[in-house]
């Protein structure tokens, strides 16, 4: 087929080259991609709306992710709430639930009682109504 075994050799290089070019082209690809995905939020993260409500007093105010942990909306918002680690340690920061449901954002070192979340480490997965 090939009159000369030189043309061979470069027709493997160059279809070789092709294919680590082309194996390269998709790992750079997959690894941009993978990297946008990673520092984006989830997808409609911040149309995430609920409402938040304190037992005590009654208020309520709107929560979206801008506030990032219901600890946040608390200080924010002049609700008193004791806090120290902000990484679901000490937890000071606990508060009961008494509706609606909350999401972990990290694990807690240890997990609090039944209906208990620790405010610096959760955001609302629904309305929820704390008893703060
Ligand atoms: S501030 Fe320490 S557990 Fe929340």
């Known amino acids: ?16 080259t092709l294919v680590i070019v082309l194996i390269l082209g ?26 938040v409500t304190f037992g005590k007093t009654g208020e309520t105010y709107e929560w979206d992710r801008s ?18 680690c902000e990484m679901g340690t000490c937890a000071k920061c606990a508060k009961k639930l008494e509706e609606g449901e909350v999401r972990w954002l990290v694990k807690p070192n240890r997990f609090p009682k039944e209906g208990v979340y620790y405010m610096c480490i959760t955001e609302p997965a629904t309305d929820i109504t704390i008893k703060a």
């Open 26 to 51: 998709v790992i750079f690809l997959a690894t941009h991609l993978i990297m946008q995905w990673w520092s984006q939020p989830w997808p409609h993260a911040n149309e995430l709306k609920c409402k």
């Open 67 to 84: 506030y990032r942990t219901l600890l946040n909306l608390m200080r924010k918002k002049g609700v008193k709430v004791n806090y120290d």
């Open 1 to 16: 087929m090939f009159s000369n075994p030189w043309l061979l050799v470069i027709g493997f290089i160059a279809n070789g």
